[in-house]
């Protein structure tokens, strides 16, 4: 039937699009998010027959606070988002609240343009809004899924119309609500342009198994999750577990074979349950699993990391640079980009009064998200840094300064050459653990390309943001950590 062809593409479309935000906003690019704002304008319009909506930052002013499109007859004011999580749905509405828009909107909709969370605390909403108004976690945050479950109510035409404004949308055309400015074409020639998004590879075979019924929370520690069950109930036993595995419904999952008998976790699991799985049968069951599959490659590569002395760092969701050795005031690494070289990653400054005593450490960090998309796994790659202090490396005061004062001074192609020798540096561990066996069995994930598009448009970088005289693989590049 038509119709049914009709809802296929429509929620192939948003799906498509949600992957797409998804993806930029894990590599810091919110453009893609403004354009979204004049789409979601037609779709909105179009499915729930609001025929007034527009866009408040085009209509009345950049930036309108609290919301971005509202249709003033319905009373109906829209969020549109690509953040997902409880705080941002509350800045929401006391921002809402702050400008007095509920004398105004009585129904707030915030839309997100990736995945709503699973589930939102309605108490947390309601003390917020303070029923002033109208925000219900079920019915008010929405997402492709409920738009999609939306268009199923509507008639052929109303549909055919919606379409038809994400398929303008995708080809670059105008449909409804979009200004020309926003797809103006290049006049300059194209070039290929690396995303800083690394495909990565894993075990074809997950293993998933029961804990044991005994296998329960210290007295007192209820509270604990399920990972820290397991490692106190090793630890019992005098065991130390690796890092790469997750817990998920009293279940254990990881890409090491449960079905070892002399395995790190056999003390721990119901044997007889051991189920090998490909990995797709997990995470592909619903948004849960593939967030729970997320947290799993998380762990595989801080395991992996570990072992090359790169810790995380739990409170600031990075992985940073330590000594190789305690009591190292430095650590370089080698690396390869247009010819070999040297960057430092570590650096222990002492203080002046007394060089016995440490005043700060800099650690050249990174965050690492992983992202799903057409069936392919990648690892969104943002360089950063960190400033600690202590035997731990806990955060410094100074952090935020020195943070600061760094990025001042950042460039683009700064900004490259550190993802670029990232990007080198990883691809080199699997070549180490590969031939190193002395450190144990090789952890189970590997690097493969940078993500590139050969056709993008000319980005001219020197009319927005001065480059640099010389990249970093010119010559020593010790100047990142010479100063503060």
């Known amino acids: 039937m038509k119709h ?4 296929n593409e429509f929620r192939t479309a948003l799906s498509q699009l949600a992957t797409e935000v998804e993806a930029a906003s894990a590599m810091q690019m919110y453009d893609i998010n403004k354009v979204c704002e004049n789409l979601m304008l037609g779709v909105f319009g179009e499915i729930y027959g609001w025929r007034d909506l527009r866009n408040l930052n085009a209509a009345e002013k950049a930036n309108f606070p609290g919301i971005d499109l509202a249709d003033d007859k319905a009373g109906v004011a829209i969020q549109v988002t690509a953040t997902s999580n409880l705080d941002k749905v509350r800045d929401t509405i006391k921002t809402f609240l702050d400008h007095g828009l509920d004398k105004k ?7 997100v343009l990736s995945r709503r969370q699973g589930s939102y605390s309605q108490d947390a909403i309601d003390r917020a809004s303070g029923g002033r108004v109208k925000l219900n976690a079920t019915d008010d945050i929405l997402d492709y899924r409920d738009l999609c479950g939306a268009a199923a109510e509507v008639g052929p035409k109303q549909l055919a119309a919606a379409l038809e404004v994400i398929r303008e949308y995708m080809r670059g055309g105008l449909a409804r609500g979009l200004s020309e400015d926003d797809f103006d074409p290049p006049d300059s020639p194209s070039q290929r342009v690396n995303l800083n998004l690394i495909e990565i590879s894993f075990p074809l075979t997950l293993y998933i198994a029961d804990l044991r019924l005994d296998i329960e929370p210290s007295k007192g520690r209820r ?13 019992a036993f005098d065991l130390r577990p690796p890092s790469d595995f997750e817990v998920f419904s009293r279940q254990l ?15 721990v699991i119901e044997v007889g349950t051991v189920t090998p799985l490909h990995p797709r049968e997990f995470y592909g069951l619903d948004e849960d699993r593939e967030r729970v599959f997320k947290s799993l490659l998380r762990l595989t590569l801080q395991q992996k990391l570990y072992r090359h002395k790169v810790q995380w760092m739990h409170e600031d969701n990075l992985f940073i ?11 370089e690494e080698s690396w390869f980009g247009q010819r070999a070289s040297t960057r430092r990653v570590y650096e222990r400054k002492l203080n002046r009064k007394d060089p016995s005593k440490t005043f700060l450490c800099k650690h050249f960090a990174f965050s690492a ?6 069936g392919r796994w990648y690892v969104a790659i943002t360089p950063d840094w960190h400033f600690s202090f202590g035997v731990d490396f806990r955060r410094s005061a100074y952090a935020d ?18 993802f670029r020798f990232l990007n080198s540096w990883l691809s080199s561990l699997d070549q ?9 069995p090789a952890t189970s994930l590997a690097f493969a390309d940078v993500v590139s598009f050969p056709n993008h448009p000319h980005l001219p970088d020197d009319s927005w943001l001065p480059s640099r005289e010389r990249s970093d693989d010119e010559g020593d590049s010790n100047g990142l950590f010479d100063s503060l």
Do not use: C
């Not at 049914?4 to 809802?7: A, E, Q, R, S, T």
């Open 4 to 7: 049914l062809d009709l809802l």
């Open 105 to 111: 909107y009585q129904r707030l909709i915030i839309y």
């Open 223 to 235: 509270g604990r999750g399920g990972r820290k069950m397991v490692r106190e109930a090793l630890q």
């Open 253 to 267: 999952i990881t890409f090491h074979p449960l079905d070892d008998a002399q395995g790190p976790f056999a003390k």
């Open 321 to 331: 640079f330590v000594p190789r050795n305690e009591g190292d005031n430095l650590r």
């Open 369 to 374: 998200d992983f992202i799903l998309s057409a």
């Open 401 to 418: 300064a020195n943070l600061a004062w760094l990025k001042r001074q950042e460039v683009n192609r700064t900004v490259a050459d550190h």
């Open 432 to 440: 180490d653990d590969f031939f190193d066996s002395a450190k144990g």
